[in-house]
């Protein structure tokens, strides 16, 4: 465990990966002839661009579970968060397109009978506004919570239950109408995004493509701090939180840094899934996603970065599949992974094929004795 | 109590009149105790006596109840935490081995090393020619250069006992607590702890909780017996030895 993206190994799979996504689906999307066993069809791309944005939360959270020993059961929160900003910004877009036709005011509120636009709402009409507040929002939301949970040394399972509870909360706020963010209905209809609209396929792949760019960028900053010394002082405390801080390091602003850069990657996923999928509700707080998105760190392989990432795509193809075919079954299927996984592979898939290296590393060595 | 000449004095640990209860137990009871600088001190007394309280006390692990902890003339250890009091120059040494399992012996080191310890900083930092050459000094001290690139978790107990002596080395503090050192250790190893303890007390002054004997004997430094949270009796080996208050509470059991 705590392989490093950095070595050659953790480089050839980034690599292959990135390749994948950022080369040979675009062309097998552009240029393949439709119909050919090349060719991606467009219902696809936002599918994989869901998926990439799905990649990035799970890789955040490994940043703070994997690598830093917290496990946050909210990390939802901050992907939905940053998708609320995307989702005002979309908003605003719409202009007088929207069934009541008011060019201030968007649709829900026109029918809430609000005067006058809600103070958080202005500047989300500029795309330069919104796009720092996808970033900061979340962040200043872990940086709250991170300085008082880690600063009264809470750790463990009670952090667990805490950043829990806190996407709870958020949950039940965004459903109010009064919180001037839809309600529980939330925010669609999005027209446009930078001026084009939203629906284009044309559209769609460059989003879907920005997800895959974003996703590899992450994956070099996230490999970057692991690898730095910061990663290692950031591991240690993981392993031996008390010994590091008889050492002398003050623990809290390590945890901090790491939980606050991982919020701000999970809205930036958050703000890209928004306009893939057409909608942002209250129902992205729920703690069953967060859950479902430790699943997928923990099928890929927890403190391996590369591991989440394949994890949420095997998770999110699976589910996509098997809510399609069986749709009764998902559940039970996302129950019985999450035993197999703890039983089986306590590495996830990434550590399976290291076990099996090793194992048969042994072996050989055990021949010649 | 002649408290203010005590404060005058070099000493470079102070501890006066401390208390420190759990629930109604006083696991230290008015304890004071006077440590020199370049001195090595043994602590005895049997289980329960305070001594590991005592250290946690000093580490900022746990805050009295009463009294005055000073180290150095100067710091107030009472207020401070764990990170301050380690960067003052207080280190300590765990009865169990602790290492970090998933680094290797040189990064074990490297995290040691005395310097920098923010975390903004070690985002671009570099180990240093100087670092380096440092790391590789204690390699060859603790003989541990070949195993250098091996991982803290599949070290031997023997090994990890050095690794740590060699992780206290690049922390490099002025006062070393060490925490029952020989726990676990054949008699080859005991005596080889008590000669590299010798060789660390040079240049570092030193706290050692022991309950084995012979290795105090060994040690051949100013013994303080805890009893029940209080100093019972100080002086060497042979003279707490013949005190009969010593032999009831602890010798004689």
Redesign the interface.
């Known amino acids: 465990?705590?392989r490093s993206l950095l070595d050659w190994r953790g480089w050839t799979g980034f690599l292959a990966i990135g390749f994948i996504l950022l080369v040979v689906l675009p062309l097998m999307n552009a240029w393949a002839a439709p119909g050919s066993a090349f060719s991606l069809p467009n219902y696809l791309v936002p599918l994989l661009g869901k998926y990439a944005c799905y990649a990035i939360l799970a890789l955040s959270l490994d940043l703070v579970w994997g690598y830093a020993g917290i496990l946050s059961l909210g990390h939802g929160a901050f992907f939905a968060l940053g998708g609320y900003c995307m989702g005002m910004y979309l908003m605003r877009q719409i202009g007088t397109r929207g069934v009541y036709g008011n060019p201030i005011l968007p649709d829900f509120m026109v029918f809430l009978n609000y005067k006058e636009l809600p103070w958080f709402w202005h500047g989300f009409d500029h795309f330069w506004f919104a796009a720092p507040m996808i970033v900061i929002v979340p962040s200043l939301l872990a940086l709250a919570l991170g300085w008082f949970a880690f600063r009264s040394r809470v750790t463990g399972v009670y952090l667990s239950i805490i950043t829990q509870a806190m996407t709870f909360a958020l949950l039940l706020a965004f459903f109010r109408n009064d919180m001037g963010l839809g309600g529980n209905n939330g925010m669609t209809d999005f027209k446009d995004i930078l001026g084009f609209s939203v629906q284009a396929d044309g559209t769609r792949a460059v989003l879907c493509f920005a997800s895959a760019v974003a996703l590899a960028i992450f994956l070099v900053i996230a490999g970057a701090?692991v690898g730095?010394?910061?990663g290692?002082?950031l591991?240690?405390v993981r392993?031996?939180e008390?010994?590091?801080?008889?050492?002398?390091?003050?623990?809290e602003?390590?945890k901090l840094?790491v939980f606050v850069l991982s919020a701000a990657m999970a809205g930036v996923a958050g703000a890209l899934y928004v306009p893939q999928v057409g909608i942002i509700n209250p129902s992205e707080f729920s703690p069953g996603n967060s859950i479902e998105a430790v699943l997928w760190v923990a099928v890929g392989g927890r403190g391996t970065l590369i591991g989440p990432v394949i994890g949420a795509f095997i998770v999110n193809f699976g589910k996509t599949w098997l809510t399609g075919a069986l749709p009764e079954v998902w559940l039970f299927a996302l129950g019985a992974m999450f035993i197999a996984v703890t039983l089986f592979l306590p590495r996830g898939v990434v550590g399976l094929w290291s076990q099996i290296r090793t194992r048969g590393a042994t072996r050989k060595a055990r021949v010649p004795a | 109590m002649s408290m203010t000449e005590q404060r005058s004095t070099s000493a470079l640990l102070y501890l006066s009149g401390v208390t420190v209860s759990f629930d109604g137990f006083k696991a230290l009871n008015n304890l004071s105790l006077l440590v020199e600088p370049g001195e090595m001190r043994a602590i005895i007394g049997p289980n329960g006596a305070g001594k590991t309280t005592m250290m946690d006390v000093v580490?900022g692990?746990t805050r009295p109840d009463e009294g005055e902890v000073v180290f150095d003339g100067r710091a107030d250890l009472t207020k401070l935490?764990?990170?301050d009091i380690?960067?003052l120059g207080i280190?300590?040494k765990?009865q169990k081995p602790?290492v970090?399992?998933?680094?290797t012996v040189r990064?074990n080191l490297?995290?040691?090393l005395a310097g920098?310890?923010?975390?903004?900083r070690?985002?671009?930092?570099?180990?240093t020619k100087a670092e380096n050459d440092r790391l590789d000094e204690i390699l060859s001290i603790i003989r541990m250069g070949p195993q250098q690139h091996m991982l803290g978790a599949r070290l031997s107990h023997g090994q990890k006992q050095w690794l740590e002596i060699g992780?206290l080395l690049a922390?490099d503090p002025k006062l070393l607590l060490v925490d029952e050192p020989v726990a676990g250790m054949t008699d080859v190893e005991t005596e080889t702890t008590a000669h590299v303890l010798q060789e660390i007390n040079r240049t570092h002054s030193v706290v050692v909780v022991e309950h084995d004997m012979s290795f105090v004997r060994a040690l051949g430094v100013k013994v303080t017996v805890l009893h029940e949270g209080s100093m019972l009796a100080e002086g060497t080996l042979d003279q707490v030895s013949a005190d009969p208050r010593v032999v009831e509470v602890y010798l004689g059991r």
């Open positions: 465990m705590g701090v730095s010394r910061f290692k002082a591991t240690a392993d031996a008390s010994r590091m801080r008889f050492l002398g390091y003050r623990v602003g390590y840094f | 580490t692990k935490d764990e990170a380690a960067t280190g300590r765990f602790t970090f399992e998933n680094h990064d490297l995290l040691a920098l310890r923010s975390w903004y070690l985002l671009l930092a570099v180990p992780m922390q």
